[in-house]
């Protein structure tokens, strides 16, 4: 008898959670008391991260137009959905300054896992974007990378000593292009960062047969990127039925579909989602749940990806 009743009771908490999250995402997190979310350690700390995270580019570079609002809902769907990792970057002081006024609503950014990057030529330029970064974001960056490997003998030394004077928690480098692998690989033997950031996906799988296993070997973090090709995926799926194999590894939508085949990958840590709109980012999310294919399925996956 008592048995049921705390089930029933548990089930309504669940409902009430789950009705409250899609209705109210500004509730504090604490309110909804989610089931563990997924998450993988960072291979040198064993500190654990939730699997999917935001790439906010897009909402960014929207906030000049559009205000700070949608924003700030989506960095409160991320927490209130289990997530942290946010990934960003340093533009210009006024977007900056708009960016991380989102970040520090409602002390949200305390909560998040904020990955930034530098995007600078020279050491005068990387040193200030740093320093402003730190200043407008309101907060030590969890991470910071050199975006696409881009004046790494410059600005790779500058992080290391932000990391010494603990104004980074984790260092590493961006690539977003296959052309970019070979080069990222031998950054990553000869520098063994703490993290590195890749593109990986269904579609582009190059990843699989070089950063991905040298990053499981050399134990280091992998963030995703292009889980969606930034977009061009959806184009590509648009009107097609969804494989009912996929409902044999709890997949419900394309946007699971890419995401899963990511996530199956053991290297992965996590994978950014970019998006503006909080019911996508609550269906990507939610890939993180259930199971994930497994080799010979991800096979099939890559094959119905040739037909399409
Ligand atoms: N060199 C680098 O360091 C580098 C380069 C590229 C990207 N990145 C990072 O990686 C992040 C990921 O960006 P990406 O460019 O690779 O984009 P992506 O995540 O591959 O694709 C983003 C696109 O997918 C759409 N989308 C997202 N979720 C969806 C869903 N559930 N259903 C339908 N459409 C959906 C978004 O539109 P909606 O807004 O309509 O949802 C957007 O147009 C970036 O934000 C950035 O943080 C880093």
Redesign the pocket.
């Known amino acids: 008898m008592r048995k049921s009743r705390s089930m029933s009771l548990s089930r309504r908490n669940f409902l009430i959670h789950a009705a409250a999250w899609t209705a109210a995402p500004f509730l504090p997190a604490s309110a909804f008391a989610q089931s563990a979310y997924p998450t993988r350690p960072i291979p040198k700390t064993g500190e654990q991260l939730p699997i999917v995270g935001l790439?906010?580019?897009?909402a960014v570079l929207q906030l000049p137009e559009r205000g700070t609002a949608g924003f700030k809902l989506l960095l409160r769907t991320l927490l209130d959905g289990g997530g942290t990792v946010v990934?960003?970057w340093s533009r210009d002081a006024s977007l900056d300054k708009l960016t991380g006024e989102a970040l520090q609503a409602n002390g949200m950014v305390k909560d998040l896992f904020l990955a930034t990057?530098v995007d600078a030529k020279g050491a005068e330029a990387g040193r200030e974007i740093l320093a402003r970064t730190r200043r407008l974001f309101g907060k030590t960056s969890d991470l910071i990378?050199v975006?696409?490997l881009r004046d790494l003998e410059t600005q790779w030394p500058i992080l290391k000593e932000w990391k010494e004077a603990s104004k980074a928690r984790y260092i590493g480098a961006?690539?977003?292009s296959d052309r970019q692998h070979e080069d990222m690989m031998q950054f990553m033997r000869g520098e063994r960062p703490d993290f590195i950031?890749v593109?990986y996906?269904v579609v582009e799988t190059q990843a699989e047969t070089g950063v991905l296993p040298l990053a499981a070997d050399l134990g280091i973090a992998v963030l995703v990127?292009?889980?969606?090709?930034?977009?061009g995926?959806?184009s590509r799926v648009r009107g097609v039925a969804l494989p009912e194999w996929a409902a044999e590894f709890d997949c419900h939508?394309w946007?699971q579909f890419s995401l899963k085949y990511i996530l199956a990958h053991p290297a992965v840590t996590c994978v950014?989602?970019?998006?503006?709109?909080p019911k996508?980012?609550r269906?990507?999310l939610g890939a993180a749940y259930g199971r994930f294919p497994d080799v010979k399925t991800k096979h099939r996956m890559r094959e119905e990806m040739q037909f399409i």
């Open positions: 790439g906010s580019t897009k990934d960003t990057k990378q975006i696409s961006t690539v977003s950031q593109n996906s990127n292009r889980p969606f090709m930034n977009g995926y959806f939508s946007a950014l989602t970019e998006t503006t709109k996508h980012l269906e990507n």
